[in-house]
């Protein structure tokens, strides 16, 4: 079975410093895991995803993640935010098995102070 | 311009009166889903549809039909709604692939709310 937990709700941070938003994912096959971004009263658009390259995605926006199978982990990383960052982030998972169905987090809001 | 149009993009209605919220997309996708996101939960799938007249259920499909007679068009029907499914809906699509890698492309949302 799969599913994503998404281990904070809420991050804040101060425009200029690191951002992390962190995800684990649980999965019997192959995953692949995407990161999606909304922005208020928009839709959802992808950040970037890992389909079994390799293990360090690159994104828009100078976001990145990093695949770790030995922590089931897909982190997303910024290392530097900016005022426009501010959205809600979705981890989401699928596999090379039921590649059908997507799996999606409950969602980190992140705020940017400036 | 590429894109996935949903309509309408607010809709209040009353408990059992059926409604359909139609989905389409211009880039010639065959993959087509729903989703309904609630706070706190993410967004969970409704149903998809591989390609014309191949739909399946997600998760949460109790309470939802879809029909998928053309390639760009995937309504959502909720033959008699209750208040639990007052709830903002996306429709996405892709290109099938050989796999998951594919992106989805989100419509803009509709807002929901059954009283």
């Known amino acids: 079975a799969q599913s994503v937990t998404q281990l904070d709700s809420h991050v804040s941070v101060s425009e200029g410093t690191p951002v992390l938003l962190r995800c684990n994912y649980s999965?019997?096959?192959?995953?692949?895991l995407f990161w999606y971004v909304q922005h208020p009263n928009k839709g959802l658009q992808l950040l970037l995803k890992?389909?079994?390259?390799?293990?360090l995605v690159k994104g828009i926006n100078g976001f990145e993640a990093e695949f770790k199978k030995s922590e089931t982990s897909f982190h997303l990383t910024k290392p530097s935010a900016h005022m426009s960052d501010a959205a809600e982030y979705f981890c989401?998972?699928?596999?090379?098995?039921?590649?059908?169905?997507?799996?999606f987090g409950s969602g980190t809001k992140l705020n940017v102070k400036p | 311009e590429a894109q996935v149009t949903q309509n309408p993009r607010y809709l209040i209605t009353v408990t059992g009166k059926k409604l359909t919220v139609t989905c389409s997309q211009n880039?010639?996708?065959?993959?087509m889903s729903w989703y309904r996101q609630d706070p706190g939960l993410g967004l969970r799938q409704i149903y998809y549809?591989?390609?014309?007249?191949?739909?399946d259920k997600g998760d949460v499909p109790e309470g939802y039909k879809v029909s998928r007679k053309e390639k760009r068009n995937f309504p959502l029907i909720l033959e008699s709604p209750s208040p639990n499914q007052t709830s903002l809906y996306f429709c996405?699509?892709?290109?099938?692939?050989?796999?998951?890698?594919?992106?989805?492309?989100f419509g803009p949302g509709t807002r929901l709310l059954v009283l």
């Open positions: 996405a699509s892709s290109f099938s692939g050989q796999g998951p890698q594919e992106t989805q492309y």
């Open positions: 999965s019997s096959y192959s995953p692949s």
């Open positions: 890992y389909t079994s390259a390799a293990t």
């Open positions: 989401v998972v699928s596999d090379q098995v039921n590649f059908n169905k997507f799996y």
């Open positions: 880039m010639n996708h065959e993959y």
């Open positions: 549809s591989m390609n014309v007249e191949v739909t």
